[in-house]
């Protein structure tokens, strides 16, 4: 059986800054099993948003292969990919990227493929969100709104999870109810969950770290 969920074969990522070419990855080689909870740390400018952006299908590498459920993401065009996106990843990012005119059950069921407000409010009660369906952005705490944004996340039943500095915004507190929402998710759904973190007490929930610097992976576990 095949556990690979995301494969990088000596991927390169290239961006054109006027004359100069920057390059972002260089010849990352990663597998990803069904199921990790994995961290990417380094400095900035170290390539783990880009590395992250390729797995999410939001880029494309510039050489080399990502596989996703072992099909190359380039064989994919347009919608597919839109397509493939909405039934297989979930995005929870740093700054929440909530609608402020909706309320936190409407922000749940905005990316749903069928509009449904109970299936929502389960997954606001999963998040310990109960009695705040109706509440909006402005009258929820940073970590209440990053918890609507993980039921988002969840909303049309990913598998796989991306986390784009998810506990940046918040203190330490928050940031260890997050994690642990997270654990859970990835325990008991078996959930695979990708964090991009500068956050060592993020990390310390994680099953692996993967330490990036200059567009290269320095390290692999602790």
Known sequence: MNNKVLEFNDVWKTYKMGTENI??????????????????????????????????????????????????????????????????????????????????????????????????????????????????????????????AIARALANDPSILLADEPTGELDTVNTRKIMGLLKDLNQEKGLTIIIVTHNPLAAEFVEEVIKMQDGDILDLGW
């Open 23 to 148: 390059q972002a990855l260089r010849g990352i080689n990663l597998t990803v099993n069904k199921g990790s909870f994995i961290a990417i740390m380094g400095p900035s400018g170290s390539g783990k948003s880009t590395l992250l952006h390729l797995a999410g299908i939001l880029d494309t590498p510039s050489k080399g292969t990502v596989l996703l459920n072992g099909k190359n993401i380039k064989e994919y065009k347009g919608n597919e990919q839109a397509e493939l996106r909405r039934k297989n990843i979930g995005f929870i990012f740093q700054r929440y990227n909530l609608m402020p005119q909706l309320t936190a059950l409407e922000n749940v069921m905005l990316p749903m493929i069928s509009q449904d407000s109970g299936k929502a409010k389960k997954l606001l009660d999963k998040v310990g969100l109960s009695d705040k369906y109706d509440r909006y952005q402005t009258q929820l705490s940073g970590g209440e709104q990053q918890r609507v």
